[in-house]
């Protein structure tokens, strides 16, 4: 394998990990609020679909991002409805916006483009472009750090920068801020803020409301950066690895970072190598995409390095007498 | 608007004026009416105690106080001014303070940062934390609230982590302090140490709210008391005019029977032998610290003791489910056999099969599944009995007609057994668990807390059935935390403090003082108290120089 | 006191949710520019409108018995299974290997023995989940739904690279033999003289569901184990008191729940296709989520869901043959029914209670 190929691997990587990555800050906020979510897959899928609608109807990626994200919210606000104000139970929420997200968006877009529940192809101004970043292309007969620069860092969609941007963002909310303080706070012991004055239902809405722009970005980016369009099931699954990416990052955001570099990663050598030849053995694709799921059993068994969850994750608050 | 003093009714306190007013509190939960027309009047600069049973309606209250519910009538005056507390952010703005009696801190969280909870001073919390650093060094200073304010909270005692509660309401410049049930969870001494700071809170000027059910709490530390009784106030005194004997009947409405009528036992051959009994659970705490006793039959043995001192671990060991990681290590000899303390052979069905029935420290979390029929109940761990089952099947008939008949024998009220165990009252539900343990006429019954959220009559029934227990010659380990329970039930009493028996005494030459202090470590008889206490640990305070 | 009576609580929270899950998906009709009562018409009448619709209904219905019947068992013990698609899945298998490598003369010996390999593969594909759970709390939800995942990926191994024929392109296994073919109820039908829903896929695996259905319900509340089983659920401390071992109950209700899932694939694999594809089960273990919570885990009730589910699942594939809605009306439905009678329980529950004490006031004044 030369170093040309390692590249291209890696570029490949961070452009598969972006929307994972996306999606499990995603879930990194809603959880640390204990608001337990497996509804990313959802909500992913649904923005995905309203961003390629709307980006097709008015060819701007940017009207459609926006798009994206509302469809994305709406389903963050059936979460909150559900698990927040009526005290459901969060992970059957989670299941049925999950199902919504999944028919919906094939029955509303097989009204609307009757093409089987796919969005057309978007072009030009549909989709975001890639970024060239400065002195790319000077820089690209450099060894060594020029190809790095101009094919790995340089080159990518608006959105790949925002959520790498994210991770250093949510590190410092999360601990730095007076939200994320109070954040963290509601997800250990809500009866801590509400004693102390401050609203659980107000904090948690605020959570799976960011939860639910950032998997608007995730699923705008599947649409209009990763593909030219929405396909029926697009998100195949993404938004469950990137829920065990979080459970794998021990609901910490650099972590985070690294735990969707690595499914990212899996996921671009199962593409390049259906069949990895390793002299020994060859490992067929179908090991690589199961790869993150079965890492995330054997961190969830605990026998390395257990991940605890937030203490009041999954448990809907009331006030006790 | 009125000041508080005009319109108080001639009460003993109104010399001063009143930082605290309620006048005609009410507040019902669905059909239960758990706050009566209540008035109260707390001077400022006082301690003011609020005593009263188990489910009076003294939380209730003091959650209104603090905006967690709001009433269905009546007035709230605080510094003679009228108030409507909608939330606990009004609460706080009218500088009341709560310690509530399961503190509401985050674990992970630092000192600092659980003080600083809701009240940062603008967006970022780096300034926040310095000021609240500063803060709180001064507040150590002046009222010995000493707490590292960097160590997180997991890692505090549990006299520490009520100092960090008492902190974060001065932090939030409470003047007003109520404080739910403080003494619980904390050894005499550690109790002690927190009314020296609640005094000199009260030199400062603050006011204190003490809710609790002790009646030595409030005779060492209040000026006034107000007591309550079945969702109503039923009087305020000054504390130096009344008496313990006095509080108490107000409490209960009555005078209180504090010897159960019971011939003296008649002790036969040791039924439960238990021999250097240690337990260390999966935290690695010594819970049990080398346990020794006999019970014999036709005796009950009582063991008090603050909770939290291995009681509970002592019961659960002895009724086969040890806390899950925990180790165990000496002997369990019950009849003269030896009981396994782990395996298979180790668990609840095989010890009520061998004969030991429990009534356990918690009936709704532990003796009832909530959701189960009161029938259903009756078989709850005698479910393999074979009069329940048919074959492969459960007898539902049969485990009907027994519940029906127990039900009849215990009074259970309303007699209906096809009704969820959820909808009976506290004492009903502790006699379905009562009847359901004592009619399999075990050799060793095993009890918990019998009477607690009891009410009285069924408080005289159940003594009254376990006393018959004890007269057919059976063996009773009676575990309470209410020390005239153990005083008027028991035969003999060991105390238990930190995981081991303090000393034995036998009731009619107990006093409490003496019990107390063996309560809190302390053994009387030896003139070297410091050797009784035992090396501090994790969960234990060290009180320097208090010992001595 | 109940704040209502059982009746209510049992039938009616049930129907108000499945009415506000109908009536969204009308409106969801209405704004997709189609009628409601035209879909609903088609639905009736492609389901349930003659011997054939029947015949597909009654089909699919069976594959929602035993999933739901799945889901149903395991919240019993305060356990959500989602991973009934992956233990189907791997029933699938079982009842491939049984027939592929088992000499099985007629289909009366076939059939107890795909049974057995299908509930063996689908419990096991539960065991692992419920064992972590059991004995080091990794939560359920999380690594049922990996275990989903892992099973499509083991499965398309198995099929591309094990079980195909040499020389076939598709990702399947060989047909099974022909002595071991189900008796569909069209034939018993025919064998009657009766003409009763030709060329439809539902077989003699409709009467085990219904006696599953039985079975269930006598385990649930009728024995010790179901007793423990409905205990643990409710309490663990009260299940520690009562002398009954979590890890045990929570691994054998598990079990059970694995290979009620996996009991499926008598329907479709062996009764239906006759032969292992890929993605066979094509999300009947996620509608037995739906199925059990409509059928306020009870096994009669998880009948009539899954007689609903049924009516639906063959409805919308008719509805996707007749008019412009596509079948996935049907996923939103489900996912509808989900929400009301899972998640938004209280929404439906609280002015249900209200008016309930409202009224008992009344009668009592």
Redesign the interface.
């Known amino acids: 394998m030369d170093f040309a190929t390692v590249i291209q691997i890696l570029d490949s990587a961070v452009r598969l990990m972006t929307p994972l990555l996306l999606a499990c800050l995603a879930g990194l906020y809603s959880e640390r609020s204990g608001v337990f979510d497996i509804g990313l897959e959802g909500k992913m899928l649904m923005a995905a679909f309203t961003a390629a609608s709307v980006a097709y109807a008015t060819g701007s990626a940017w009207l459609g991002l926006i798009a994206g994200v509302a469809g994305s919210m709406a389903l963050s606000l059936v979460h909150g409805l559900s698990s927040i104000t009526f005290r459901g139970n969060q992970l059957i929420s989670g299941v049925a916006i999950n199902f919504l997200a999944s028919g919906l968006t094939v029955l509303l877009g097989q009204k609307i483009f009757g093409l089987g529940g796919r969005t057309p192809s978007l072009t030009g101004a549909g989709r975001f472009p890639e970024i060239q970043l400065p002195f790319a292309a000077a820089l690209r007969d450099v060894p060594v750090i020029g190809p790095i620069y101009a094919e790995l860092i340089s080159g990518h969609t608006i959105l790949v920068y925002v959520a790498f941007l994210m991770v250093p963002l949510t590190w410092w909310v999360l601990f730095r801020t007076r939200f994320g303080l109070r954040l963290r706070a509601v997800g250990e012991n809500p009866a801590s803020v509400d004693t102390a004055g401050v609203s659980v239902t107000r904090l948690r809405y605020a959570a799976i409301a960011i939860c639910g722009l950032l998997c608007g970005l995730a699923g705008a980016y599947l649409a209009t950066g990763l593909s030219a369009g929405f396909v029926k099931e697009m998100t195949a699954g993404r938004g469950f690895i990137a829920l065990a990416a979080l459970i794998f990052a021990k609901w910490r955001p650099w972590s985070a970072l690294g735990a969707t570099f690595l499914f990212g990663l899996l996921e671009a050598i199962a593409n390049r190598y259906p069949n990895l030849d390793l002299g020994i053995v060859t490992i067929p694709s179908m090991f690589m995409n199961a790869l993150p799921y079965i890492l995330t059993v054997i961190i969830l068994a605990g026998f390395v390095g257990r991940a605890i969850p937030p203490r009041a994750g999954g448990e809907p608050y009331v006030k006790e007498r | 608007m009125t000041a508080g003093g005009d319109t108080a009714e001639g009460r003993p306190e109104t010399a001063a004026p009143a930082a605290i007013e309620l006048r005609g509190i009410s507040k019902a939960?669905g059909?239960v009416q758990a706050n009566k027309d209540i008035d109260l009047r707390v001077p400022k600069g006082s301690i003011h105690g609020i005593i009263g049973e188990n489910g009076a309606g003294k939380?209730?209250l003091m959650?209104i106080l603090?905006?967690?519910y709001k009433p269905d009538a009546g007035e709230i005056l605080v510094n003679g001014q009228p108030l409507t507390i909608a939330?606990?952010?009004?609460?706080?703005r009218a500088g009341i303070g709560?310690v509530?009696q399961?503190f509401?801190?985050?674990?992970?969280?630092t000192v600092l940062?659980?003080v600083?909870?809701?009240?940062?001073d603008?967006?970022?919390?780096?300034p926040?934390l310095a000021k609240a650093r500063g803060v709180l060094k001064q507040l150590a200073a002046e009222y010995g609230l000493n707490v590292d304010p960097d160590e997180t909270i997991e890692e505090l005692s549990v006299g520490h982590q009520q100092r960090v509660e008492i902190l974060?309401a001065l932090y939030r410049q409470a003047d007003i302090l109520i404080l739910d049930e403080p003494t619980g969870v904390l050894t005499p001494a550690e109790a002690d140490h927190l009314f020296r700071i609640l005094r000199g809170l009260k030199a400062e000027g603050k006011t204190i709210i003490l809710i609790t059910h002790k009646l030595r709490e409030i005779m060492e530390i209040t000026d006034n008391v107000s007591v309550m009784r079945r969702g109503e106030m039923v009087a305020s005194v000054r504390t130096a005019e009344t008496s313990a004997e006095q509080l108490a009947e107000l409490m209960v409405g009555r005078k209180v029977l504090l010897n159960v009528a019971k011939a003296p036992a008649r002790p036969g051959a040791p039924v439960l032998e238990v021999r250097e009994l240690k337990m260390v659970d999966d935290e690695g705490v010594e819970r049990l610290r080398g346990i020794g006793f006999d019970i014999r039959a036709g005796e009950i043995l009582g063991i008090a003791g603050v909770s939290g001192n291995g009681q509970t671990q002592l019961l659960e060991i002895l009724?086969?489910?040890p806390e899950k990681g925990s180790t165990l290590s000496g002997a369990i000899r019950l009849n003269g056999r030896d009981l396994p303390l782990s395996g298979g052979g180790c668990?609840?069905?095989?010890?009520?099969r061998q004969g030991i029935g429990?009534i356990?420290e918690?009936r709704q979390?532990?003796?009832?599944?909530?959701?189960?029929t009161a029938w259903?109940n009756v078989?709850?761990?005698y479910?393999?009995a074979p009069e329940y089952?048919r074959g492969?099947?459960?007898d539902?008939a049969a485990i009907r007609d027994d519940a029906e008949g127990k039900m009849e024998r215990f009074d259970v009220r309303p007699r209906d057994a096809a009704l969820?165990a959820r909808?009976f009252s506290g004492g009903n539900q502790q006699k379905i668990v009562v009847a359901r343990e004592i009619e399999r006429n075990p050799d060793l019954l095993l009890i918990g807390q019998p009477t607690r959220g009891v009410d009285i009559g069924a408080i005289e029934f159940i003594h009254k059935r376990i006393v018959e227990l004890r007269d057919a010659g059976k063996a009773v380990l009676l575990v309470s935390v209410e020390l005239d329970e153990i005083m008027s039930l028991a035969d003999r009493i060991l105390v238990m403090f930190d995981g081991r028996i303090m000393g034995e005494r036998l009731p009619h030459q107990a006093t409490t003082g003496d019990l107390g202090c063996l309560m809190a470590g302390v053994d009387p008889a030896t003139t070297a108290p410091e050797d009784a206490i035992p090396p501090a640990h994790k969960h234990v305070e060290e009180l320097p120089g208090e010992s001595a | 006191m109940d704040k209502m009576p059982k009746w209510a609580d049992v039938i009616l929270t049930p129907l108000i949710s499945l009415i506000l899950a109908m009536a969204i998906s009308a409106l969801v009709i209405l704004a997709i520019g189609e009628s409601p009562w035209e879909a609903l018409t088609t639905m009736v009448d492609g389901a349930l409108g003659s011997s054939y619709g029947w015949g597909f209904t009654l089909y699919y219905t069976t594959n929602f018995i035993f999933t739901g019947l799945a889901v149903m068992v395991a919240y019993h013990a305060s356990l959500f299974n989602i991973g009934g698609e992956g233990q189907a899945a791997m029933g699938g298998l079982g009842v491939a290997l049984v027939l592929l490598y088992l000499p099985l003369p007629h289909w009366a010996l076939a059939l107890p023995a795909a049974m057995v390999g299908a509930a063996l593969f689908g419990a096991a594909w539960a065991l692992i989940p419920a064992w972590l759970q059991a004995k080091r709390g990794s939560h359920i939800v999380i690594t049922t739904i990996m275990f989903n995942f892992i099973a499509a990926a083991a499965l398309n191994y198995v099929l591309v690279n094990l079980l195909r024929p040499v020389g076939s392109m598709d990702p399947a296994s060989a047909r099974f033999p022909p002595a071991t073919h189900l008796p569909k109820l069209s034939e018993m039908a025919a064998g009657i003289g009766l003409d009763w829903g030709r060329n439809t896929p539902v077989n003699v695996t409709f009467f085990v569901a219904i006696a599953a259905c039985l079975l269930v319900w006598l385990l649930i509340w009728r024995t010790r184990l179901g007793y423990e089983i409905r205990a643990l659920g409710r309490s663990e401390p009260g299940a520690l008191y009562a002398g009954i071992n979590p890890v045990r109950i929570i691994v054998i209700a598990m079990l059970v729940s694995g290979g009620l899932a996996g009991l499926m694939a008598i329907n479709n694999v062996m009764g239906e296709s006759e032969r292992l594809v890929l993605n066979a089960v094509e999300g009947a273990g996620f509608i037995g989520i739906a199925v059990a919570l409509m059928g306020r885990n009870h096994p009669f009730g998880v009948f009539l869901a899954a007689l609903l589910f049924g009516f639906l699942y063959q409805g919308g594939g008719e509805l996707a043959l007749w008019t412009s809605i596509p079948r996935e009306l049907i996923v939103v439905i489900q996912a509808l029914v989900i929400l009301f009678t899972g998640a938004l329980d209280n929404m439906v529950r609280m002015p249900l209670e209200r008016i309930f004490l409202a009224m008992r006031k009344r009668g009592r004044a």
């Open positions: 939960f059909p939380s209730t959650s603090y905006g967690f939330d606990s952010q009004s609460a706080i709560m509530f399961h509401k801190l985050v674990q992970n969280f940062e659980n600083i909870l809701g009240v940062e603008g967006r970022l919390l780096r926040s974060k009724g086969g489910y668990n609840a069905a095989e010890r009520r429990h356990p918690d979390v532990e003796g009832l599944i909530m959701d189960f259903e078989a709850f761990g479910h393999h089952n492969w099947l459960m539902n969820a909808n």
